[in-house]
């Protein structure tokens, strides 16, 4: 438990609200009925957080060439990624607030520093919106610091406080904000403080960003809502318009009442010359000339509600392009992973085990692909949340995409296996969900500490022995280990096992194993491939 905020925690704090954002992305999109009833709330507060993550973890780059980050470093650079990558009305709002956090904690981290960053983030959330409204994002916050104020002296106690406080505003928004009590819901942008505030007492709890992650409790919605997309109202701004803007403080009192007189939801963030502009407006052209007259606009997004609606329910319709090109994109680690994937028909994305590809990666590499229908195969549960996020970009842009979870590489290729161009897409995809589904995977890992697990406690150097994503077995040889995890999954049966030697690997390792398996299986096939996949020396599928 930490006693002062530091640098590690600031990362650990990121990397925790992205993974409890993107489990609950598809809860939030569906709280979605203020201010503009379009479902990407969940996705946008994803895609701030994301962007804040990994201009934070950009600090943490190289620490042999480059010293490590101080807390400053880490809390302005959380700041600036989510102001440069926030997205929609609660993403902007959110990044104010982290900059209102990252204005106090810069200067140290401890309790009392917390509760007041707490509270500059709220009165900084406040600030940036032209006409605050209660009920939202922003009662969430300022009962949030409010109660925090009240809270014990150590710092995890005014970080699960301020959590506990959030938690409990949230389940009040519906008494003052008629529009959620109507459709019974919460607010969509206070859920998503409440997960980042949850990510930061765990953070400061203890938990480590690669290890179990103990969420929260978060409430969900008051009454099961289903999220649909449809244009706003009557009288409703028919644009949302988002920029970049660089410009100096005192152009931003006539920029503001400029937009203010155009349209609604205005919110501006951000600071030292770089704002972040959102706005709801008839007008969209007049709304970026008002941002030419105060600065430089920049990484300007125009979306017709409208229009949005019309391409998401099309992009759910079936029959409309089965004519089109088609791509089946693998996202895998190591050449001959790379290779095999290739062969059998794959678009790849090569993924940098120690960083894993983001939204904008996944999504980039789609459009590389120049298809309008699109199998995605993640390979890995760690991916899920950016691919998401990814396909509902992409189905915006007309993209028909399927993302298929699969787990491990092994399951991706059971998938390839039966892939066909020929056929229609639904059934494509159901035939490689299937033979992805009906493979069992498994890997080996050299353990680096001492560490819980479902089979014991391990040391580090320990061999551990992974099934379906837990560790069953713990050993000290990777062929004894890889026998005994054989044994477990072919006793439920199997037709065709798959080993995938990764870097480095023995080449007698697979020769054991491949002789194991017709010793104790002979109805059983054996193929060995080399991934060249890292840290995991050897991944294992049974079909």
Not at 159 to 176: C, I, S, V
């Amino acid at each position: 438990m930490l006693h002062t905020l530091d640098a590690p925690a600031v990362r650990t704090w990121c990397q925790l609200a992205l993974r409890a954002l993107g489990q609950a992305r598809e809860e939030i999109d569906a709280l979605n009925v203020y201010p503009v009833p379009d479902g990407d709330t969940g996705t946008n507060l994803y895609l701030t957080v994301e962007s804040a993550a990994a201009e934070v973890e950009s600090r943490f780059a190289d620490p042999a060439v480059d010293p490590a980050p101080g807390l400053a470093d880490a809390v302005r650079a959380m700041a600036r990624g989510a102001l440069v990558g926030a997205r929609g009305n609660s993403g902007v709002i959110l990044a104010q607030w982290l900059r209102g956090t990252a204005e106090t904690l810069a200067d140290g981290g401890s309790a009392e520093q917390l509760r007041a960053a707490l509270q500059r983030a709220a009165d900084s959330a406040y600030q940036a919106v032209a006409e605050p409204v209660e009920g939202t994002l922003l009662t969430v916050a300022r009962v949030a610091a409010r109660e925090a104020v009240r809270a014990g002296d150590g710092l995890a106690q005014v970080a699960d406080t301020a959590y506990r406080a959030a938690r409990d505003a949230l389940r009040h928004t519906p008494e003052q904000l008629a529009v959620l009590a109507e459709n019974g819901v919460v607010d969509a942008g206070g859920r998503g403080l409440v997960a980042v505030l949850g990510a930061l007492a765990d953070a400061v709890a203890g938990q480590q960003p690669m290890g179990p992650v103990a969420l929260r409790g978060d409430v969900r919605a008051v009454e099961s809502c289903e999220a649909h997309l449809r244009p706003p109202g009557p009288g409703h701004p028919a644009f949302e318009v988002i920029y970049l803007l660089d410009a100096p403080d005192e152009a931003l009192p006539a920029l503001r009442e400029r937009l203010a007189g155009l349209g609604d939801s205005l919110v501006i963030g951000g600071g030292d010359g770089l704002w972040n502009v959102h706005v709801h407006v008839d007008d969209a052209g007049a709304a970026v000339e008002a941002g030419v007259g105060a600065g430089r606009p920049h990484q300007i997004r125009i979306t017709h509600f409208a229009e949005a609606a019309a391409r998401a329910g099309t992009a759910a319709e079936t029959g409309e392009r089965e004519d089109r090109a088609r791509a089946v994109l693998s996202v895998v680690s190591g050449g001959g992973l790379a290779e095999l994937c290739e062969q059998a028909g794959a678009v790849v994305l090569h993924a940098d085990p120690d960083r894993p590809p983001a939204s904008a990666e996944l999504a980039a590499a789609v459009r590389r692909s120049a298809a309008r229908e699109v199998v995605l195969l993640l390979n890995d549960p760690e991916l899920r949340a950016a691919a998401g996020a990814a396909a509902d970009q992409l189905r915006e842009e007309g993209v028909r995409i399927a993302v298929l979870p699969t787990r491990s590489p092994v399951q991706g290729l059971a998938a390839l296996a039966v892939h066909e161009g020929g056929r229609r897409f639904d059934e494509d995809v159901v035939a490689m969900t299937s033979a992805a589904g009906a493979t069992r995977y498994a890997e080996l890992a050299v353990a680096e500490g001492e560490s819980w697990t479902m089979a014991g406690v391990c040391q580090a150097g320990d061999v551990l022995g992974l099934i379906d994503g837990d560790v069953a077995v713990i050993g000290t040889g990777l062929a004894e280990v890889g026998e005994s995890v054989l044994d477990r999954m072919l006793g439920a049966g199997g037709e065709l096992v798959t080993l995938i030697l990764g870097e480095g690997a023995d080449e007698e390792l697979a020769e054991r194993l491949v002789a194991h398996v017709r010793h104790r299986r002979p109805e059983v096939d054996a193929v060995v491939f080399h991934g060249g996949q890292e840290p995991a020396p050897l991944l294992i599928g049974v079909e």
